[in-house]
């Protein structure tokens, strides 16, 4: 499934998975993506939260291609909708495959997952302006 990256839009992180990063099948380790995925997730989340957040909660999680070796990977990530302390993000990847002109991007993964605000004490707090939508 040939696609191209989100215009206009850059990534929250973009890396090369590397062999120590596979699976057994040879292809990149499902969990070495989900972790990246959160991590893309939070820059977001951070920002909106203006703090530090914790993941509270992973709604939809689709593998839709496999990540190879060498590939560039792109994460993509955006606010979707925030609560009074939660803030839930979009999160799309994509591969750059080869490189130069025979260059492919391909959706590979595909989340959403859910972020909470907390204070210095670890407890859910108030997200400046909480409970707008889109901010």
């Given amino acids: 499934m040939a696609t191209q990256l989100p215009e206009g839009e850059q990534p929250m992180l973009r890396i090369i ?7 057994a099948n040879g292809t990149i380790f499902g969990g070495w993506v989900m972790s990246h995925v ?6 977001p989340a951070v920002k ?7 993941t509270v909660a992973v709604n939809s999680f689709t593998f839709r291609e496999p990540v190879f070796v060498g590939d ?4 993509y990530a955006r606010v979707c909708k925030t609560g009074r302390t939660s803030i839930t993000i979009d999160v799309e990847v994509f591969a750059q495959r080869g490189r130069g002109a025979g260059t492919e991007v391909v959706q590979v993964t595909e989340a959403q997952l859910t972020y909470v605000a907390i204070d210095e004490n670890r407890k859910p707090r108030p997200l400046p302006g909480a409970g707008e939508i889109n901010a």
């Fill in 38 to 43: 959160d991590l893309a997730g939070s820059v």
């Fill in 48 to 54: 909106r939260a203006a703090g530090p957040v914790v």
């Fill in 17 to 23: 998975p590397m062999p120590a990063d596979t699976n």
């Fill in 72 to 75: 560039l990977v792109s994460f």
